[in-house]
């Protein structure tokens, strides 16, 4: 399949990386290597797929000119719109040309993370009581040097985002009293540390972290039979994952561990599993997209209201 990269900042280099020679064109408005200024002038009968690597703000209305032109669209997490309704049209618009339209959360294809959601899924850690998950990384002053990431409610929907879904995929759900416990400006305008929980069906916590200075992501999953534990991913390893069987009535735990040191496997995992999706015209997960932005939305709002957040 044909590929446009839209967008070849960070993100777009990675992604061209990846697709390698599907890619047949770039576009970027203010990088003098892309071959185009702008999507509209790349011809429809060019390309089969896009990758959109671009801020927030456009996405929505590049993905409608795509996928109106029956063009499938791999986006850069997160998702986000005022409200579902656009989200929903965009749903709507990709059913109705047989186009793929998928949201991009490669930690989904992070071999430990797999391994969490197997054993929770598995019943190995019974009853759970606790989760807790953490993603830091040392971005705060590339982030206050952006001419747009440094603003709104900041490291809440980057970051969040990913820690919103890795709770869908290992659990399915996340607390209904799910809410921002506190949101820090420590160096830049906009939040650089969040951490956001709630306790019903269960104790969940998500913090998020632009002042982290070594890069660094864990989860820790506490069940009435046993435990298991994430330490780092692997493009940050060695990437850990433990698992702790209970000794009752109490006791040193017996464990076991696997340690991988490999190169980040999930972004060609990921493009993988969405050109599979493409070839098969089915597929995609803005139903996924609607949660997420649903409940980004409620938490930035509480974020920026420093009366409810206790933000300062």
Not at 84 to 107: P, Q
Not at 168 to 189: I, K, M, Q
Not at 252 to 266: C, G, H, N, W, Y
Not at 271 to 281: E, I, P, Q, R, V
Request: with cysteine.
């Amino acid at each position: 399949m044909r590929v446009v990269i839209v967008g070849i900042g960070t993100q777009g280099a990675k992604r061209r990386l990846i697709a390698g020679t599907d890619a047949v064109a770039t576009v970027d408005p203010s990088v003098s290597g892309a071959d185009y200024r702008n999507l509209e002038d790349v011809p429809l009968d060019f390309y089969d797929i896009a990758l959109l690597c671009v801020p927030d703000k456009p996405k929505v209305e590049l993905m409608g000119y795509l996928i109106s032109h029956g063009k499938h669209v791999l986006v850069e997490k997160p998702l986000t719109a005022g409200n579902d309704d656009e989200l929903h049209k965009l749903a709507a618009l990709a059913k109705s040309t047989g186009t793929v339209c998928y949201t991009a959360y490669n930690h989904r294809f992070e071999p430990h993370l797999i391994r969490l959601r197997d054993t929770v899924m598995s019943g190995m850690l019974g009853t759970i009581y606790r989760a807790r998950f953490f993603y830091g990384n040392g971005t705060a002053r590339d982030v206050r040097n952006s001419p747009w990431r440094d603003k709104d409610a900041g490291v809440l929907p980057d970051l969040g985002s990913h820690l919103l879904d890795s709770l869908l995929f290992v659990f399915g759900f996340w607390p209904e009293d799910l809410h921002v416990w506190s949101a820090c400006r420590f160096e830049n305008r906009a939040f650089d540390h969040v951490i956001c929980g709630g306790t019903a069906p269960v104790h969940m916590e998500l913090e998020m972290s632009l002042v982290s200075w070594r890069n660094h992501f864990s989860a820790e999953v506490y069940g009435v039979e046993g435990s298991a534990h994430i330490e780092s991913l692997c493009k940050w390893g060695p990437s850990t994952f433990t698992f702790r069987k209970r000794v009752l009535p109490s006791g040193r735990p017996p464990e076991e561990s696997v340690t991988l040191v490999q190169a980040d496997p999930t972004w060609e995992l990921e493009y993988a599993h969405f050109k599979g999706l493409c070839a098969s015209g089915r597929g995609g997960n803005m139903e996924n997209d609607m949660r997420i932005n649903g409940k980004l939305n409620e938490l930035t709002a509480e974020a920026l209201d420093t009366r409810r957040a206790g933000s300062w």
